[in-house]
């Protein structure tokens, strides 16, 4: 049997409003209704999209992200912008992003090395961590902003999940398999 997953870091529930209320204004760049605008309760910064895995890996992959995360430590994550995002040749996302974050960055690589250490293979040449607020068809009409809204938050890193992701009737379930702290900054 083989399952969707994803490593992601979770995020406070302050931090989920106030994206909720950012995606709100961002609506108004939806001129043609395109947008799947994402349910806040599913927002979550994705690490590492791992696709179709098996459950003996998930067994591995929990293994080894604790082996190779018990010495790193928790850190401040700061959403600074929202972008239009191709993911691949069918999808594309509105996001809240991080850019230039190079704990972040270190622990996106981290997670696909952990991934490619799994067996698992992927093509992930240009990912960007980031929160999904919105999906649409890479194929579509949404003209980006020039200048998105202003984004100013801050999220901490204190664990890492592995999500499941199974299709919903309107959004993706999502459903953690497993959760590894990091070590606290202090």
Not at 95 to 109: C, I, K, Y
Not at 138 to 164: G, I, M, T
Request: charged fraction near 25%.
């Amino acid at each position: 049997m083989e399952i969707r997953a994803f490593f992601a870091l979770t995020l406070p529930d302050a931090v989920t409003r106030w994206l909720a209320d950012h995606a709100d204004t961002l609506c108004q760049y939806d001129k043609h209704v395109e947008v799947n605008w994402i349910d806040s309760e599913s927002y979550h910064l994705t690490l590492c999209f791992l696709g179709n895995i098996s459950l003996e890996q998930v067994d591995q992959l929990e293994q080894l992200t604790r082996k190779k995360l018990a010495e790193v430590s928790s850190f401040q994550v700061h959403i600074n912008t929202a972008e239009y995002y191709p993911v691949s040749k069918q999808l594309a996302v509105v996001a809240a992003m991080s850019p230039e974050h190079e704990a972040l960055t270190g622990l996106n690589r981290f997670m696909m090395e952990i991934a490619l250490e799994a067996g698992i293979e992927f093509k992930e040449e240009d990912f960007k961590p980031h929160i999904t607020l919105g999906r649409l068809p890479a194929k579509n009409k949404f003209v980006p902003p020039q200048e998105w809204p202003e984004l100013d938050l801050y999220s901490l890193a204190d664990s890492v999940v592995l999500f499941q992701s199974k299709p919903g009737e309107r959004d993706s379930i999502y459903t953690p398999l497993f959760e590894i702290p990091l070590q606290d900054m202090a």
